[in-house]
Structures are given as C-alpha cells and as structure tokens.
C-alpha cells in the first residue's frame, strides 16, 4: 500500500539502508526506513488517513514517523542532499533523488534501496557497490572525505564491524587513520560522540569494538590521559559474562547497558579525569551522576563490604536496596571474593524482590500510632524475613504485635 499511496501522489517510494542490509543479512529487522522521491510529509499525511494511522511530521527535515494502531512505526524521508560547508559541521539539507540520498550515507553497506512502486516493487537498487562489500563482508566509505565530513562514521564504522564480524576495508581504514591524524575531532559536539560510543556500549560483545577503537588511538580522542590497561579489559570481560547472565534472566528489565561498560572503563582513572571526559563528551548531568558520584558511592560500598568479615545478609540488603541494577551489576563485575559476590548475585536474584505482607493499617488496628515506629516495625519484619523467620501474614502481625 506504500507503493500504492505513493503513485497516487507521483512520487517513487523505497525501502532504504539498514532494513535492506539486515534483511540480505538475514539479521532481525528494527526499523523500517522508507524515503520518498518527492514529499514525505505529504506521502504520511496521505498514507496515514487511508490506513487510520497517526503521523509526527518534521517540516525542517521533510521527515516524519508513522504510527500504526498496535504502535508499530515506520521512518518516512523525502529524498534529500545533504551537504557539509565546513568539516564536522551539521550539514545543509536540499531535496534531491533517491541517488543522491543514498550517495549521503556513511557506508556502502548502507546504500542499498528496494523500489515499492507497484511497476517496479521489489527492484533492488544498488548504486555503490553494496552487494559486492555485504559479499566481501567489508565496511566500505563511499568517498575518500567522508570520515573529516563527519568523524562520528569512525565509531559507526567500528559498531558495524564488530556487530556483522566485517573487516574494514583498507582504503576506509587508512582514511580513519588519517582523520584521526589531522584531528578531525576538534569542531565535533561531545554529544554526537557520546551517541555513537552508547550505542557501541549496547552491543551485544562491546569488547571486540573497543580494542578497534584502542588500535586506532580513538581513546586518546576521549582524553589524552585515559589509557586501557589490560586490567580494564579484564573487568570488560566481567561485565561482559555478568550482563550475559542478566539479560538471559531479566530480559525485559530495561536498565541502561552502556553505563556499565563505561563505568568499567573509567574504572582506573582519576576523578579529574572522569570528570574531564564527562564535559568532552557533553555527558548530561544525570547520565554525570551515574558515570561519577554514583559509580563511585558503588565502589566505596563494595570496598566497604569486601573489607569488613561481618557483614550480615540484612546488611547486605540494606546497602544494596539503595542501588538501581546498572551499579548491582557493576558491583559483581567488580568484586573479588566468591562468597560476596554470591551473596551480592541472591540479593538480586530473590532478597530484593522479598516485601513483607503487612501494612500500614494491620500497625494500626494493634493500636500503635502512625510515625516513624511504623517504618522501624516495617524494617524489623523484613529483617526476620531475610532471615527466613516469617512466613505468612500471620506470623508477621504476631511478630509485630
Ligand atoms: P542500526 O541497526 O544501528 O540502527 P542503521 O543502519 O539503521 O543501524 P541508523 O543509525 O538508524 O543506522 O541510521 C539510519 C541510516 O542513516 C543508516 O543506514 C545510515 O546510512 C545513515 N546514517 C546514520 N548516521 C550517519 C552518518 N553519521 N553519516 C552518514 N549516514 C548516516
């Protein structure tokens, strides 16, 4: 109906980049990103009234997201030029046709687009060599300046790679190296950085893509100082098996991926530092918070317990309960000792989840008076049933009482 809509209107649809890539891929499909030769937004407002969906519309871009009943979504573009009057600056955007629209892109892999007229539904359109690099299995850019155009293509050159197990081609190889030579990241916002490494932190293997990084100096563009030793990678490999380990379990428990990793790899370095790659990278100030203060309350607290022989379970619990599972996780990838880390691992897996069935009210029909006795009484029975000496309600009125 896509096609339908659009030659209604006498514009030439297609389905573009990565769900083209994945689909020859055979690698589960995300998005769906259609481009339109001719006006997006008038193809969704179109298409949406026929098919009962609703539209968000960007008129600056010619863009517009449309949302299906069941909330599924489907990325619409007009056909556009986009082209770059100083290095590593936003581009300036013009209407164009599907060639040079795929011409903009990153990488050859990239390119590949699928016609949705119903004259021609389902021609594949390959203009640079895309099917030949998906063959070679290579990352490929498509023009010698593309990586001083826009930097951030290093890193995504990096995820694609390690995502698909693709060598980088030795031409586009070269060009990062020159790139990061000339220090093309000098006019480039923190921000676009910090995107690009998030979503090479949420990968499923992050690990291989961050020695790539470390193999073309790419950390040297966070700070001049942060150096990845091998006992970094080691708790790389840690975080690794642990979020392996979580996610099997608690696979929709959304927690943010990336911060683990990175806490892990600002592990080793100073405060000053820490905080200096924050303001590089434009960290936000709650994302701040996670990667300082917070990351650093979680390692005082695990040296606390690790240093301490008497540490009780209740103890346990009460330290931990204070901690969203980013830091939990980060803790167990952090800690040494079997035993704590088992004891850390139970927290999450049952002691965390452990409520007492008495409320409020059952408090007040013993008689006792609202106030802060209350949440002493509270806290006791959940003590006695962390201890395993409360079963049922019944014994917890009876233990209050
Ligand atoms: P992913 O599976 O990670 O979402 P994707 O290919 O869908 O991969 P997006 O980041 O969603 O990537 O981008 C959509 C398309 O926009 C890509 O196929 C790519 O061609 C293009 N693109 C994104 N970022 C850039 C960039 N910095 N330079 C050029 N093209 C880009």
Not at 111 to 124: E, K, V, Y
Not at 264 to 274: E, P, T
Request: hydrophobic fraction near 40%.
């Amino acid at each position: 109906n896509i096609g339908k809509t659009g030659n209604e209107l006498g514009f030439n649809m297609f389905v573009v980049g990565g769900f083209v890539r994945d689909l020859l891929l055979s690698r589960q499909i995300d998005d769906i990103d259609i481009v339109v030769e001719g006006d997006g937004i008038e193809f969704a407002k179109t298409y949406a009234k026929k098919e009962g969906c609703r539209i968000n519309t960007y008129k600056k871009f010619g863009t517009a997201v449309i949302i299906y009943p069941d909330n599924f979504k489907i990325d619409v573009a007009s056909a556009r030029l986009e082209y770059y009057k100083t290095p590593a600056a936003l581009p300036i955007v013009e209407k164009s046709s599907i060639k040079l629209d795929l011409a903009r892109r990153d990488f050859t892999i990239n390119t590949l687009a699928i016609s949705l007229n119903p004259d021609n539904f389902g021609t594949m359109i390959d203009y640079f060599g895309a099917n030949r690099d998906l063959k070679d299995k290579t990352i490929r850019t498509i023009h010698n300046l593309s990586f001083v155009e826009d930097p951030t293509r290093i890193f995504r050159a990096i995820k694609f790679s390690n995502r698909f197990g693709f060598k980088i081609g030795k031409v586009t190889s070269n060009l990062i190296k020159n790139a990061i030579t000339i220090d093309c990241f000098k006019n480039l916002s923190g921000l676009r950085v910090l995107s690009e490494l998030k979503q090479i932190f949420e990968e499923e293997n992050p690990i291989p893509a961050i020695k790539t990084m470390e193999s073309y100096g790419l950390e040297k563009v966070l700070h001049k100082d942060l150096t990845l030793i091998p006992n970094t990678y080691q708790l790389l490999e840690s975080v690794n098996k642990i979020l392996s380990w979580h996610d099997l379990l608690y696979m929709d428990e959304p927690y943010p991926r990336w911060a683990v990793y990175f806490m892990a790899m600002l592990n080793r370095c100073s405060y000053k530092v820490c905080e200096q790659i924050c303001t590089r990278l434009n960290v936000p100030l709650r994302e701040r918070g996670i990667l300082l203060e917070k990351r650093y309350k979680a390692e005082k607290q695990l040296n606390l317990i690790e240093s301490s022989s008497t540490y009780t379970k209740q103890e346990l619990y009460w330290t931990l309960i204070n901690f969203k599972t980013e830091y939990i996780l980060y803790m167990m990838a952090l800690v040494k000792d079997e035993e704590i880390k088992k004891a850390i691992s139970n927290f999450y897996t049952h002691q965390r989840g452990i409520k007492p069935y008495i409320k409020g009210r059952d408090l007040l029909k013993l008689g006792l008076k609202p106030g802060p006795v209350f949440s002493a009484i509270i806290k006791q029975v959940l003590n006695a049933k962390l201890d395993g000496q409360l079963k049922t309600r019944k014994e917890e009125i009876q233990f209050a009482a």
